[in-house]
C-alpha cells in the first residue's frame, strides 16, 4: 500500500505547455530553451467528505530541511471560493520535501519525502490532492 493512500494522490505533474519542450530538452545547453519551469508543488485542496474545493481559508507550506517556503493561492477572490485552484510553490530548488496544509476546523494533512530534482533541464513538480479530514 502507497504511504499516500491515507493521505491523498501524489503524482508528477507537467503542463501540456511544458510537456513537449520538457520532452525535447536533450541537449547540453538548458538556458537556451526560455520554456517557464512548472511549480514544483501545486496541491488541490479538498473536503474528504464532500470532495468540494476547501482551498479557501486553508493555508500551506513546503520544506526541506532548514528551507521552508509558504505555498501561494492561485486566487485570492471570494468568488473562486467554490473553484478547483491549487495552492502552489514559487522557489527553484532540488531537495526532498515535505509538503502540509492546513484549515481551520480540519485536521493537518501532509505528504512526506517528496523528491524533486532536475531532470532534461527541468526541476521535477508534483501535483497534489489534499484531502482534508474534519477535525473531531
Known sequence: MSPFATVGRVTP???VAI???????DGPDCNSIGAPQAPMF???????ATGHPAWWGATGYIEDGNFREDLHPSSTDPNDSLRVLP????????GMYTVRVEKPGFQTWSATD???ETQDCF??????????????
Open 13 to 15: 505533474a507537467v503542463p
Open 19 to 25: 510537456a513537449s519542450v520538457f520532452a525535447a530538452c
Open 42 to 48: 501545486q496541491v488541490e485542496v479538498r473536503d474528504a
Open 87 to 94: 495552492l502552489f510553490s514559487q522557489s527553484s530548488r532540488e
Open 114 to 116: 517528496l523528491l524533486v
Open 123 to 136: 526541476l521535477t513538480s508534483h501535483l497534489l490532492e489534499a484531502r482534508l479530514e474534519r477535525a473531531p
